[in-house]
């Protein structure tokens, strides 16, 4: 059974850092694309970060460019997002996500999320 537990969250001040780390079981870890996504409260969930299966590539959302830092340890089955120089408006649930498309269909896996507030 695929399961992503996500850790890390809490309350920061403006400015400061956060990193949160998400664990992978029960799937080919390796083999799969991982996202960070976040929701906001009354708004709609986002894409804030990517990595491809090898560690490769990453993709950010502009918001988060040149703050956020995406990494993955395929032989500890985790994933990571360092936050640096974090905003108020940085503040949501975080959700991990593994996904992976074949021809024949999509396989995506959720977190839980955790939360991160960004506050003075």
């Known amino acids: 059974q695929a399961q992503l537990v996500e850790s890390g969250g809490g309350l920061v001040q403006p400015g400061g850092s956060l990193r949160l780390s998400c664990a992978a079981s029960g799937f080919a870890f390796s083999i799969y694309v991982m996202n960070w996504y976040r929701q906001a409260p009354g708004k709609e969930r986002e894409l804030v970060a990517t990595?491809?299966?090898?560690?490769?590539?990453?993709n950010y959302a502009e918001s988060v460019k040149g703050r956020f830092t995406i990494s993955r340890d395929n032989a500890k089955n985790t994933v990571s997002l360092q936050m640096d120089s974090l905003k108020p408006e940085d503040t949501a649930v975080y959700y991990c996500?593994?996904?992976?498309?074949?021809?024949?269909?999509?396989?995506?896996?959720w977190g839980q999320g955790t939360q991160v507030t960004v506050s003075s």
């Open positions: 990595i491809t299966s090898g560690g490769d590539t990453t």
């Open positions: 996500n593994a996904q992976r498309v074949t021809w024949q269909r999509t396989y995506k896996f």
